[in-house]
């Protein structure tokens, strides 16, 4: 039996170009400095905001490779960690994106981490706190991170219920940043930026918003996202009208409901 490893490599990760990110306060100044400590991150809040565009934006200032896993309820530890695969008649030992972000000592980025299945989110717990190593059972051995690596880890606190939320054990390992929908003079510069349009049309999609926001718990969960306005952005500037581009990107992505639907198309009608 071989337990041949195949092991990342790191420039097929790297961010090449800026990722365009404005910063909402001192998220990137904590985020450095815990790097420079070896702490992990925690980044909080809604659908949408920014989360993960900023994890590719500290990935490229800090040039490390970033890798990001998507988690949802059938992940397991060994979706993370890796496992033996038989391959050309050969038992070979395959490294998950947990793995081979330790290896390469880049950045393992844990996508709504609360989706995963409780048991699978333990196997994070050595690499968050001081001993910075990941026991790989199967194989009979412990990695230890190197100092470039980071583990970040993010959540939607909107979703959250008794039986989906962060235990206590598993968040008091990392430095928190909290995250919303930028001020609304900055969510239009992300959108002039992001969507291609006019200023006027991306001050009317932020008052949109900031509409449906205000209907969150009266019939959706969540307001429009920071994203829909730039999927709304697009389509405007590719010559879609911008009622129907609200509809589209923004009514539809939000609620299956008809009556709601009906209230969101004609504030959206109100405004252009």
């Given at each position: 039996?071989?337990?041949?490893?195949?092991?990342?490599?790191?420039e097929?990760?790297?961010?090449?170009?800026e990722?365009y990110?404005?910063?909402?306060g001192?998220?990137?100044?904590?985020?450095?400095?815990a790097?420079?400590?070896?702490?992990?991150?925690?980044?909080?809040?809604?659908?949408?905001c920014?989360?993960?565009r900023?994890?590719?934006?500290?990935?490229?200032?800090?040039?490390?490779p970033l890798?990001?896993?998507?988690?949802h309820?059938?992940?397991?530890?060994s979706?993370?960690?890796?496992r033996?695969?038989?391959?050309?008649g050969?038992t070979?030992?395959v490294?998950?994106?947990l793995?081979?972000?330790v290896?390469?000592?880049?950045?393992?980025?844990?996508?709504?981490?609360?989706?995963?299945?409780?048991?699978?989110?333990?196997?994070?717990?050595?690499?968050?706190?001081?001993?910075?190593?990941?026991?790989?059972e199967?194989?009979?051995?412990?990695?230890?991170?190197?100092?470039?690596f980071?583990?970040?880890?993010?959540?939607?606190?909107?979703?959250?219920?008794?039986?989906?939320?962060?235990?206590?054990?598993?968040?008091?390992?990392?430095v928190a940043?909290?995250f919303?929908?930028?001020?609304?003079?900055?969510?239009?510069?992300?959108?002039?930026?992001?969507?291609?349009?006019?200023?006027?049309?991306?001050r009317q999609?932020?008052?949109?918003?900031?509409?449906t926001?205000?209907?969150k718990?009266?019939?959706?969960?969540?307001?429009?996202?920071t994203?829909l306005?730039?999927?709304?952005?697009?389509?405007?500037?590719?010559?879609?009208?911008?009622?129907?581009?609200?509809?589209s990107?923004?009514?539809?992505a939000?609620?299956?409901?008809?009556?709601?639907?009906?209230a969101?198309?004609?504030?959206?009608?109100?405004?252009?």
């Open positions: 039996m071989s337990q041949g490893l195949q092991v990342l490599k790191p097929e990760f790297f961010i090449e170009q990722p990110y404005e910063p909402q001192d998220e990137i100044a904590i985020f450095e400095a790097y420079q400590n070896g702490l992990p991150l925690l980044l909080k809040g809604p659908t949408g920014g989360k993960t900023f994890m590719e934006h500290m990935a490229w200032r800090l040039q490390r890798i990001t896993v998507s988690c309820d059938d992940l397991t530890a979706d993370l960690v890796g033996f695969l038989v391959k050309g050969e070979v030992w490294d998950g994106p793995a081979r972000a290896r390469a000592g880049g950045i393992c980025y844990l996508d709504e981490i609360v989706e995963a299945r409780k048991d699978t989110t333990v196997v994070i717990h050595p690499l968050a706190d001081d001993r910075r190593v990941l026991p790989m199967k194989l009979g051995a412990i990695l230890e991170a190197p100092d470039a980071c583990l970040a880890i993010s959540y939607n606190p909107g979703y959250q219920s008794i039986l989906k939320d962060l235990k206590q054990s598993t968040r008091q390992r990392f940043l909290e919303d929908y930028p001020e609304p003079s900055l969510e239009q510069k992300i959108i002039e930026r992001e969507g291609g349009i006019s200023a006027d049309l991306a999609l932020v008052k949109f918003a900031q509409m926001r205000n209907l718990g009266q019939g959706l969960d969540e307001g429009a996202s994203r306005l730039v999927h709304a952005a697009k389509l405007m500037a590719s010559g879609v009208s911008p009622v129907a581009a609200c509809r990107a923004i009514a539809q939000l609620t299956d409901d008809g009556e709601m639907l009906s969101i198309q004609e504030l959206s009608a109100s405004l252009f």
